[in-house]
């Protein structure tokens, strides 16, 4: 794994857990409640999250195991892709959605699901899906859906504790003011602390493009990652499950917004160096896109494709 990669991670992770056991400790420190329970009770939950939140995207997604017999060039290239990088064999499955797209998930690297949409099979070609397939690999190699599973449990625990605190009647009104004085507290928390996992989830995107690009044409991955977020922004049935959003290769839910500035540079795929310029000229003048990219779970699509672009040129 990247040594910056594993930097940032465990930053964040300090972070995360240190706001989440600070507002801890003053729900403790109110309703007179042992701060081992507080933390344990934390704990649990964020066990919780990453023992069942696979099984809650099965459930979600509508997959399939894909069998050994189905694909086979599906099955070969991840097979040579994880054996040329020694990454875990992961499962494959299949989603039965139009809109094109891929995500891994699971407990452990060694555990790992690796799903592809039929709208993805659908629209790319070979060498892009495998392109694709490189990329989502990255994902199970640098272990950051693991993670991912897990901080995204953080800012749900704050969000309910504000819940929990502020339209909760008190006992008194001395613990009672002091508890909205935490809640209020808890939902900056929240705040804060959704904006690291989303921050964490972008940079990951960034590693896992790099990782796809190096092992594969990056030029190819950057045809695919156009085709998909135009393909999301124009799906009818582009599944805007939160569960997932952090976990696919292109975010079905700002897609639309993305694309609809430039269908006519995205409508035959043809990455040219004048289109890019066009699009990164357009970020570059509109500055509500850059702000709203914090709260966005992917980097916006024309960033990606620059550095993809960048490697291209690095790698000839």
Same mark, same amino acid.
């Given at each position: 794994?990247? *040594? ?11 972070? /995360?857990?240190? !706001? /989440?056991? *600070? ?20 704990? +649990? ?28 060039? $599906?099955? @070969? ?32 690297? =060694? ?9 993805? $099979? ?16 990255? @994902? ?12 995204? *449990? ?10 929990? $605190? ?9 613990? =009672? ?35 796809? =690009?190096?092992? !594969? ?29 952090? +976990? ?27 289109? $890019? ?20 779970? @992917? ?18």
């Amino acid at each position: 794994m990247p *040594a910056k990669l594993v930097l940032t991670m465990s930053i964040t992770l300090f972070l /995360l857990f240190g !706001f /989440l056991f *600070a507002i801890l400790a003053a729900v403790g420190y109110y309703f007179e409640i042992s701060g081992y329970l507080i933390v344990a009770a934390a704990g +649990f939950l964020v066990f919780l999250q990453w023992l069942i939140g696979p099984s809650i995207i099965r459930w979600t997604t509508n997959m399939r195991p894909l069998e050994k017999n189905e694909y086979q060039w $599906l099955w @070969h290239t991840v097979e040579e892709i994880c054996k040329k990088t020694k990454t875990p064999m992961p499962r494959l499955a299949l989603a039965r959605v139009g809109a094109p797209n891929a995500f891994v998930f699971g407990r452990t690297p =060694g555990s790992a699901t690796l799903t592809v949409t039929q709208g993805l $099979l659908n629209t790319l070609t070979k060498d892009e899906v495998k392109a694709v397939i490189s990329h989502e690999v990255g @994902h199970i190699k640098h272990k950051d859906m693991v993670v991912m599973t897990i901080v995204s *449990a953080i800012p749900i625990i704050t969000y309910f504790i504000a819940r929990f $605190l502020i339209f909760t009647p008190s006992r008194s009104d001395r613990k =009672g003011g002091g508890a909205v004085l935490v809640g209020i507290a808890a939902f900056i928390i929240y705040f804060i602390t959704n904006l690291l996992v989303l921050a964490l989830s972008r940079l990951r995107e960034y590693y896992a493009d790099d990782f796809g =690009g190096r092992n !594969f044409r990056p030029k190819l991955l950057a045809s695919a990652l156009a085709k998909i977020t135009y393909g999301l922004s124009m799906a009818s049935d582009k599944h805007e499950n939160s569960a997932v959003r952090s +976990f696919y290769i292109s975010d079905p839910i700002s897609a639309g917004h993305e694309i609809s500035h430039f269908k006519e540079e995205y409508s035959d795929f043809d990455l040219t160096e004048s289109e $890019l310029k066009k699009a990164i000229e357009w970020e570059k003048k509109n500055p509500w896109v850059r702000f709203s990219e914090i709260f966005r779970t @992917h980097p916006l699509t024309f960033k990606r494709i620059k550095a993809l672009q960048n490697l291209e040129k690095m790698s000839k």
